[in-house]
Structures are given as structure tokens and as C-alpha cells.
């Protein structure tokens, strides 16, 4: 059974960086669409960004383009999201999924992934 499992998040100051990860575990596959939501209580899950199977094509939110990286590497099944210039608008719940669908073009469309981590809490203040 394929699953997600986040790391890396925590408190950190407006203007300062953090990197998570997401490690699978369960893959039959190295071609699966990685991507990256979250989530502020109260309100709709946001896609934030996400790596295609191939690796070929990234897609990234307006409000995090210029700030935030994603990359992957399949040796290790994990998936980062390095976040740099983080603003307190960035404090949400980080979620991590996955797709078997996506090979070469992914979109930051929620149901069309199939597998969630639990999360990891991201808190920017100072």
C-alpha cells in the first residue's frame, strides 16, 4: 500500500526559509505526479505546487512562484518543497500527494490525486 509521510515543518520567521520532504514508501513505480497543498483551518485546500511523473514540468501557485521550489528524487521516493521568503500567509497544514496519472503534465487539481500524506504544520511569525 502506498503511503505519505511529511516532515520538516515548524515555526519560522517571516523572511526565512524551510525545506519539506515527503517520503513513499510502497511504490511500485517511479513515474508517479508529486505534488504539494495546504491547508488553512476554515478554509479550501490550496495547491501549491506539484512535479510531473517525468520530472519534466513543474507547476507552481501565483501566490508561492519565485519563492518556492519543488523537486524530486525518485532513488530515495521523496519529494521536497524548498520554501524561501516565507510570509506569515504561508502558515498552513503542508500536505503531500500522489498520482499515477500526470506522466508528463501535472495540475494542481486536488481530486485527481489519489494518495495524501497526514500533513506537516508550517507556522510563519515572528
Known amino acids: 500500500q502506498l503511503q505519505l509521510a511529511e516532515s520538516g515543518g515548524g515555526l519560522v520567521q517571516p523572511g526565512g526559509s524551510l525545506t519539506l520532504s515527503c517520503a513513499g514508501s510502497g511504490f511500485t513505480r517511479d513515474d508517479y505526479a508529486l505534488g504539494w497543498f495546504r491547508q488553512v483551518p476554515g478554509k479550501e485546500r490550496e495547491g501549491v505546487s506539484c512535479?510531473?511523473?517525468?520530472?519534466?514540468?513543474?507547476e507552481y501557485a501565483d501566490s508561492v512562484k519565485g519563492r518556492f521550489t519543488i523537486s524530486r528524487d525518485n532513488a530515495k521516493n521523496t519529494v521536497y518543497l524548498q520554501m524561501n521568503n516565507l510570509k506569515p500567509e504561508d502558515t498552513a497544514v503542508y500536505y503531500c500527494a500522489a498520482t499515477p496519472i500526470m506522466f508528463r503534465v501535472c495540475l494542481l487539481i486536488g481530486p485527481q490525486f489519489e494518495y495524501w500524506g497526514r500533513g506537516a504544520p508550517v507556522t510563519v511569525s515572528a
Open positions: 512535479i510531473s511523473g517525468n520530472g519534466g514540468s513543474t
